[in-house]
């Protein structure tokens, strides 16, 4: 399986993982992981632990317990609704810049909604490794908030949110 998001992610070792549907439910052991329903088929979660052992990225790496808690985490913030590393620091463990380690190198994006994670002061944040509209390409900047605005979150030109009392969502 290819995509711009995904590219080869899934594991042959891994062939019993929950389907990736939408309720952003938390992942519990033995339970499927609800998510927008997948516009490319065949994307997979793994939810056990048997499964998440199993589990190689792409580039044939394992994902660490605290990665694993950061998807499960970010899977809980409901569409429409963005909320801060600092707060998914406090929910899933570790710092807010272990956080935005973690859903830099997410390779279940979109379906684990990384792009629903800003900075404390609710700037933008990063997205894919580039921080705001000045670094690298820039390009990952405008993904991000062309992905919430759809889902009807919104930044001002400076890339900060707008309607925050409407959108940030705290655990």
């Not at 490794?129 to 992905?147: A, F, L, P, Q, S």
Request: net charge positive; hydrophobic share 30%.
């Amino acid at each position: 399986m290819n995509s711009r998001y995904f590219g080869d992610v899934i594991s042959p070792q891994v062939t019993q993982c929950a389907p990736v549907n939408n309720d952003h439910a938390l992942i519990e052991a033995g339970k499927t992981a609800t998510l927008e329903p997948s516009s490319v088929p065949g994307i997979y979660f793994p939810v056990t632990g048997q499964q998440r052992d199993a589990y190689r990225t792409k580039t044939g790496k394992r994902l660490t317990p605290h990665q694993w808690n950061v998807y499960d985490f970010a899977m809980t913030i409901p569409k429409g609704k963005v909320t801060t590393y600092k707060e998914v620091a406090a929910g899933a463990g570790g710092s807010p810049r272990s956080v935005g380690n973690a859903l830099r190198n997410n390779p279940f994006s979109p379906y684990v909604p990384c792009h629903r994670v800003i900075a404390s002061d609710l700037f933008v944040g990063g997205f894919f490794g580039e921080w705001g509209k000045d670094h690298k390409t820039g390009t990952r900047y405008n993904e991000k908030v062309d992905i919430l605005s759809k889902e009807g979150v919104n930044f001002n030109e400076k890339g900060h949110l707008l309607s925050a009392d409407e959108v940030l969502w705290k655990p």
